[in-house]
């Protein structure tokens, strides 16, 4: 067989491949299990701690390029605090879509819990811009970084508002992260004001979050879709009542998003593994004679 | 004047906030919460500059035929028809940029749900065909170091899933000990060496010795 034309091989049958390992799983759900890691269980664990009526921020600092992995995370976060009665002040820090994230997914989740009153149980700030120096000004006054909600609703004039000033106020923040804005809550507002953080960012920026993790900068870490499985199966397993949320046809969840990524990745770490036994069979095939 | 005023002016900018978080005084603080408020109006004038500088930038394309003009116009009708509903929208007009209380969608959250979602989408989801053809073209374990990041890389991909558990426990275990001890210890190698340098140019900023940022010709 000639190694050379294997190795020079049709990037579209690459294409290929990892086109039906995407479109397969979606069509034929597998449902396969997951496994918990311990920086999900921490931040389950430090959510689990609070108590109905603690209020926590949730921050949507992500855009619709990391939606489908950072959309389960706001969802099973909103879902969980939510289902204990913890109440929730979203924010958007993320110039390119944080706030029509934070509308889609807090309108999808508040409609699974007819009970909640806006104003009394959560609150949608919107979006403000200069993510570090709205960061550093909220720990003095909230009130002053966002005077009124994304309904234009003057913020004294809001209910959970009067309560929550800085963020002594606050048990804790919930930042869905794409890109550096996840850090800056750990680095900057644990490091310098001492909420507890937990961030839940893309899979490609998870690694760095570690050290975080491991300093005590952060409650817990959800580290792309793999790390919204997990929290999904854990809230699930605690409130078995969401499992009528959970069932709904259609529903994009991320466990269904992991039958795509589990078996995209087995292509692409067959197609490295085959990469490299090409490599090295042509290596140690004796060359001919010029 | 040129000179003095804007370096005073960073000095005086840079050395609050430092001063702020080593003084524990009102006085001190309520300056550096001042000059936050400001900061975050400074950044909105920042996304205005980004603004025109796209129309300058793309408006000379147009005007010069550069290759691939045409989507130049393309870009600037997305920035014009998103930014005028955007615009109207924080003032109030079409029922503001998200969703109505009704429900229904405005035209800013309309233009966002079937245009810029989807392609934004598209964008990140076309990473994974392209990481697939690079990995298998270029990952080679041509050298021990090469070696060491393949073996990784396949443990961490493997301990991912759920596959890497069912073959074995020790591939989610291994996977999760690379990347709290090793990727840990590297991340925070890179992070203070970051650290380092973004904290040695600041104090450059600060006190005036890199001046690059005043646009200054060369002499003032």
């Given at each position: 067989m000639n190694l050379e034309r294997i190795m020079q091989i049709d990037r579209r049958i690459v294409y290929l491949?990892?086109?039906?390992?995407?479109?397969?799983?979606?069509?034929?759900?597998?449902?396969?299990?997951?496994s918990i890691t311990p920086p999900v269980q921490m931040a389950f664990d430090r959510m689990e701690d609070l108590d109905p009526g603690d209020?926590?921020?949730?921050?949507f600092d992500y855009g619709p390029s990391s939606a489908p992995e950072n959309a389960p995370m706001a969802d099973a976060a909103?879902?969980?605090c939510f289902s204990k009665g913890i109440r929730v002040i979203v924010i958007a820090l993320y110039p390119l879509g944080g706030l029509s994230e934070a509308v889609n997914e807090l309108n999808k989740v508040v409609a699974e819990f007819p009970d909640l009153e806006y104003g009394v149980d959560y609150v949608n700030l919107?979006?403000?811009?200069?993510?570090?120096?709205?960061?550093?000004?909220?720990?003095?006054?909230i009130h002053e970084v966002f005077p009124t909600d994304v309904r234009g609703t003057p913020i004294s004039e809001i209910p959970l508002m009067r309560e929550v000033r800085t963020y002594a106020d606050l048990e804790l923040c919930f930042s869905l992260a794409t890109g550096i804005i996840g850090e800056w809550w750990a680095n900057l507002v644990n490091a310098q004001f001492g909420l507890p953080?937990?961030?839940g960012p893309t899979a490609v920026s998870a690694p760095k979050y570690y050290a975080y993790l491991e300093a005590k900068q952060m409650a817990g870490l959800?580290?792309?879709?793999?790390?919204?499985?997990?929290?999904?199966?854990?809230?699930?397993?605690?409130?078995?009542?969401?499992?009528?949320?959970y069932a709904t046809p259609g529903l994009y969840t991320a466990t269904k998003g992991m039958d795509v990524q589990s078996i995209v990745h087995l292509i692409m770490i067959a197609f490295i593994l085959f990469g490299n036994v090409v490599y090295f069979t042509g290596k140690r095939r004796p060359r001919k004679a010029a | 004047m040129r000179k003095q005023v804007p370096l005073l002016l960073t000095f005086c900018a840079g050395m609050i906030p430092i001063v702020a978080l080593f003084v524990p005084e009102r006085h001190v603080s309520t300056v550096s919460t001042t000059l936050d408020s400001w900061l975050i109006i400074v950044a909105g004038f920042a996304l205005l500059l980004g603004v025109v500088n796209v129309v300058q930038m793309n408006t000379n394309k147009i005007r010069r035929k550069t290759s691939g003009w045409p989507y130049a116009v393309v870009l600037l009708a997305g920035l014009a028809i998103m930014g005028t509903f955007g615009f109207a929208g924080a003032f109030g007009g079409f029922g503001g940029i998200a969703t109505r209380l009704d429900g229904t969608s405005t035209p800013f959250d309309w233009l966002y749900q079937n245009a810029f979602?989807?392609?934004q989408g598209t964008m990140f989801a076309l990473l994974a065909f392209f990481m697939a053809s690079a990995s298998y073209r270029a990952f080679r374990a041509r050298n021990v170091e090469a070696t060491i990041l393949l073996i990784a890389a396949l443990i961490v991909m493997f301990g991912r899933i759920p596959f890497g558990e069912m073959v074995t426990k020790w591939f989610p275990l291994t996977t999760e000990w690379i990347m709290a001890k090793p990727n840990m210890a590297a991340q925070r190698g890179i992070m203070i060496g970051a650290g380092l340098g973004a904290a040695s140019m600041a104090l450059r900023v600060i006190v005036g010795i890199e001046r690059s940022y005043l646009g200054l010709g060369k002499g003032e």
């Open positions: 491949f990892v086109a039906a390992g995407t479109i397969l799983p979606i069509v034929f759900v597998i449902g396969l299990p997951v209020v926590i921020m949730v921050s909103l879902r969980h919107g979006y403000k811009d200069g993510a570090q120096a709205a960061m550093r000004k909220m720990n003095e006054n953080v937990i961030v959800l580290g792309g879709l793999k790390g919204a499985s997990e929290y999904e199966r854990l809230v699930l397993d605690k409130y078995p009542d969401l499992e009528r949320v | 979602l989807p392609l």
